[in-house]
């Protein structure tokens, strides 16, 4: 029997062993601490933990160890085990005893065998056919069944050959050696049971968080592949400033927590476009609402043209009148395909086109669809002469840049508003507590002059502002909006150069992206072959020189 200093400093160790466990955050790697641990205070030559898989009705190999015959499967030794699953019941539906493990957890009993070889009531065949195949001497087991808190058996550890701790030979598991495994196997089914719950936890929410976004994908499909990318690129960018070793983000480390935590801000950052309307997030030309209105536009053009032949009809259909009739056709055909032109989103309107627009607008039509509920109603058609375009419809034509206007970019930009207010609401545990902060930043600018709170970078966290640059390269190159091609990398790069330039983004992040190539990674995983060109790095605005091409 152990004295009492020797059991004393196992207690201690069980109990070293409890802290460890409950530290554990990777399931696999506290399925192989919790075998380790059972081998080391029961000093045994080799272990196996199985786990119950309740459906199946099995036990399944999760960790073997055997230290003479140098063999270690499962865990972190990279090593599949490839045993088939051992079932609890036969054929016919009986309870399977005469296997050791499988009686333990049928029974929810331990058993404690000191010689495999003499003992009764028990099969052994396939651990002689192990033994005499490698040479080994399988002599003492000690199989203890592993309860939750819900006194389900969840899994089994099985040890065999205790060695005695001063001469190595085999000899039984004792009282305390069972006592001890016992303790450890219910510390350790609270573990695993708590380390899966929170894994489900934790799959439960980032399937919400994407029910969210297929909501908003279902919504527009333009905005969903946004909000799948993001992410991805903010992780790229954030693991490159993990990784750099110079700068002014030197300093920067992250934990797998921080990743954890940075990731769910990604996949958050655009949850409030929930709430926006979808004519505006799928606005793909400048008179888009729940249709394009240039079709309209398309009639009143007919019926100029209309006008026009009727008036030359009226004077005689001579030729210089037919003359002047063909010029104003050509000139509404003209004007017809500006205005097409014009309701095609672009980067900057000059200021000659939108004064074009206002000009066709004073062309007067004659409306009679609007109010003709009856044939009565119907009165001479020149008293129902309308401007060709709608003040509605000017604003919108004479957008500069883009399709929206003003009141429909509030509109947009509003989103970011809905998720900080719904982000903000929710009860974030301690290692999730940043959420908000980094997914409501990513509209704002280095320079206070972003929103919706003006902030500066001083007051912005880097993981805000790498997400910042993330949302807005995925825009830039982005294939899948409604108003506008997928920019090159060249282009893409250049406007971000120039958005370092003027206080936009992070400048210091900026360099990391370009450094580190972080853009060229996202290319060729996301971008199509003709978006990613051959980049000139000392033609791109804001690269330092140090950065190679």
């Not at 030794?77 to 045993?83: K, M």
């Amino acid at each position: 029997m152990d004295s009492a200093d020797n059991l004393l400093h196992r207690l201690k160790e069980l109990n070293e062993i409890g802290i460890a466990l409950s530290q554990q955050r990777d399931i696999n790697s506290l399925l192989e601490t919790i075998l380790d641990a059972a081998k080391r205070i029961t000093h045994a030559d080799a272990g196996t933990l199985y786990l119950h898989e309740p459906e199946q009705q099995v036990l399944r190999f999760e960790i073997l160890r055997n230290d003479s015959l140098n063999i270690a499967m499962g865990g972190t030794s990279g090593v599949p085990i490839t045993f088939y699953p051992i079932h609890l019941y036969d054929q016919d539906g009986k309870p399977i005893h005469s296997m050791v493990v499988t009686h333990s957890a049928l029974s929810g009993e331990t058993v404690n065998i000191p010689d495999a070889y003499v003992a009764e009531g028990y099969d052994f065949s396939g651990t002689k056919k192990f033994d005499a195949k490698t040479g080994y001497r399988s002599q003492s087991f000690l199989a203890v069944p592993m309860r939750n808190h819900e006194n389900e058996i969840i899994g089994v550890l099985q040890l065999i050959n205790a060695q005695d701790r001063e001469s190595g030979a085999i000899v039984p598991f004792s009282k305390d050696d069972q006592q001890l495994l016992e303790s450890l196997a219910s510390q350790a089914a609270i573990a695993l049971t708590n380390r899966r719950l929170i894994a489900q936890l934790e799959e439960l929410f980032e399937s919400f968080i994407r029910l969210i976004n297929t909501a908003i994908d279902d919504k527009s499909p333009y905005t969903g592949g946004h909000c799948a990318r993001v992410p991805v690129l903010t992780m790229m960018l954030a693991e490159a400033v993990n990784r750099t070793d110079r700068g002014q983000l030197k300093d920067f480390v992250m934990s797998d927590k921080d990743r954890y935590e940075l990731k769910m801000a990604g996949l958050l950052h655009d949850c409030g476009k929930i709430t926006t309307p979808v004519h505006v997030v799928d606005k793909s030309t400048k008179l888009h609402t729940l249709f394009d209105r240039i079709h309209l536009l398309d009639t009143r053009f007919e019926v100029l043209k209309r006008d026009a032949e009727i008036a030359m009809l009226r004077k005689g259909g001579g030729e210089a009148i037919r003359a002047e009739y063909e010029a104003r056709i050509r000139q509404l055909d003209d004007d017809r395909e500006f205005l097409h032109h014009c309701n095609i989103g672009g980067e900057a309107m000059s200021e000659e086109a939108q004064q074009r627009v206002r000009q066709i607008a004073s062309y007067q039509w004659r409306d009679t669809g609007e109010k003709t509920s009856n044939f009565a109603s119907i009165r001479s058609a020149d008293c129902l002469l309308k401007p060709f375009l709608s003040d509605d419809e000017i604003e919108n034509l004479t957008i500069r840049s883009g399709t929206l206007t003003a009141a429909e970019r509030e509109i947009i930009n509003h989103h970011i508003v809905v998720t900080i207010k719904m982000l903000e609401s929710l009860p974030w545990p301690r290692h999730l507590k940043n959420v908000p902060e980094y997914a409501g930043g990513h509209h704002e600018r280095m320079d206070g002059k972003g929103y919706p709170r003006g902030l500066t970078r001083d007051q912005m966290s880097v993981q805000a502002r790498v997400m910042g640059i993330a949302d807005i390269f995925e825009a830039l190159t982005a294939k899948d909006r409604p108003y506008k091609e997928g920019k090159t990398l060249t282009e893409s790069l250049t406007i971000l150069g120039k958005f370092k330039e003027n206080g936009h983004i992070d400048p210091d992040l900026f360099d990391v992206f370009i450094r580190e190539k972080v853009y060229l990674d996202y290319a060729r995983q996301f971008l199509a072959p003709e978006q990613i060109d051959e980049v000139d790095l000392s033609k791109i605005p804001g690269v330092n020189p140090d950065v190679g091409a």
